[in-house]
């Protein structure tokens, strides 16, 4: 038990220690981002900081120190996620903050400064590497006498520390393009003949080449990424579609791509461009291939979703997007809609929109690979006489006659296809559209 007077004059050191060492940066809150392979702790802090960094074992914690800095009194430490367990903050000496993560297991430790953008302050960051983990893979079953699946690598735009563009709503980008994404894997995953990989799949960042590089080890056959615009004037509208261009971009596109590809100096040093992805970028001449492919496929996408939504741009445009830059994998991103439009924000937060607009994508997909099928898919394999069922997924509000109309069947014919006993129809459930 310690005496009274013994605590009191343990304060006044406290106390004294704060005054004579006036803090050069204070810590106004602490981040922790889960992803796949790393775990991200993120100090936001008024200024930037020395920091010393190294691990101890049993159990297995990282220590930073950081030389005078104090941290806030409305700093409330973070919940534990990914590889950290707890957080815990004290002073060590005078002046000095001892922050101690207190891990599940052995990490490598990387960190780095960024300087205050428009969303934060300074920033240290913290980067946990965990053993690369395989990519989110839905559905293996292969049908190897029909040929192997078409792979697409579906990457939602942004995450964790990232958020992307914002609504005057309060929806956040990242958010929206994630649940728009994992339905898309949905309706691909429904598809006979594809299957998709989700290249982000929670709220943590992806450095732009790493997303290339997870869809190149799936060997994905088609990369889509998908984005909410954003622009100053809130009335502008509608959906747009780009593939790469090494230059000649307009200055919108050009002023987008800034952004977007801003958004990859989050990865900062700790995944720098030592990948051999870049140098492949540079050499591989087979580019111009991907980029007529992309193209096409482009075109198939807006034709399709041209029926579920306003398009800004009825052509594929071209702007200089790192994240396209796959030299082999046809690739295109996605502008879904404006968010600082109020009434798109709306309705990229709509469950309704979400899955009409996953739904066009698929189609605008299976147009392309059934027009252009790569070797040994089950698209090549498909003959004339073995036609691809077209599958529908019933939405909110969805009638069976609508669903007729839309497809120029008769709602008899689609009951008999679909062995339904009446009318209704309930959302989710997939319909095999009859042929002819
Ligand atoms: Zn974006």
């Not at 209704?424 to 559209?433: A, H, Y």
Request: proline content about 6%.
């Amino acid at each position: 038990m310690k005496s009274a007077r013994a605590i009191k004059a343990l304060c006044g050191a406290l106390l004294l220690g704060h005054a004579t060492f006036a803090a050069a940066a204070t810590v106004n809150s602490i981040r922790v981002w889960s992803g796949p392979d790393s775990t991200r702790v993120v100090f936001e802090l008024t200024a930037p900081v020395e920091h010393r960094v190294f691990t101890l074992s049993d159990p297995e914690r990282l220590v930073i120190d950081l030389p005078a800095t104090a941290v806030a009194a409305t700093l409330t430490l973070p919940e534990p996620k990914g590889v950290v367990a707890a957080v815990r903050t004290g002073d060590r000496t005078t002046g000095e903050l001892r922050v101690v993560l207190e891990l599940t297991r052995a990490a490598k430790a990387k960190t780095f400064l960024l300087a205050p953008n428009e969303q934060y302050g300074h920033r240290l960051v913290v980067d946990l590497l965990q053993p690369e983990a395989a990519p989110v893979i839905h559905r293996t079953a292969a049908i190897p006498e029909r040929g192997r699946d078409v792979v697409i690598a579906v990457d939602a735009g942004h995450g964790g520390d990232d958020p992307g563009a914002s609504g005057r709503g309060g929806t956040r980008e990242k958010d929206v393009v994630l649940a728009i994404a994992r339905r898309v894997a949905q309706e691909v995953d429904a598809q006979r003949g594809m299957r998709a990989v989700l290249v982000r799949n929670g709220d943590y960042f992806v450095p732009l080449r790493k997303r290339m590089e997870i869809a190149h080890n799936a060997q994905a056959d088609f990369f889509i990424s998908i984005h909410a615009d954003s622009y100053r004037d809130s009335s502008a509208t509608g959906a747009t579609i780009y593939v790469l261009s090494e230059k000649g971009a307009n200055d919108e596109a050009s002023r987008l791509a800034q952004r977007e590809n801003a958004s990859d100096l989050i990865g900062g040093v700790s995944l720098a461009d030592t990948d051999q992805m870049l140098a492949r970028v540079l050499l591989d001449l087979s580019q111009n291939a991907a980029l007529s492919a992309s193209t096409a496929a482009g075109q198939r996408l807006i034709k399709r979703m041209s029926s579920v939504t306003p398009m800004r741009r009825v052509q594929v445009q071209q702007a200089p997007f790192l994240v396209l830059k796959s030299p082999d994998i046809p690739s295109v991103l996605v502008e879904t809609a404006y968010i600082s439009n109020p009434r798109e924000e709306a309705s990229l937060r709509s469950p309704q929109y979400q899955a009409a607009f996953a739904q066009a994508v698929r189609e605008g997909i299976v147009d392309y690979f059934t027009a252009n099928p790569p070797q040994g898919t089950y698209f090549a394999a498909r003959t004339p006489e073995d036609p691809e069922p077209t599958v529908h997924h019933v939405i909110r509000g969805e009638t069976l006659s609508e669903i007729a109309e839309r497809y120029r069947v008769t709602t008899a014919s689609l009951r008999r296809t679909n062995s339904l006993k009446t009318d209704s129809v309930r959302v989710g459930q997939v319909l095999t559209i009859p042929q002819g």
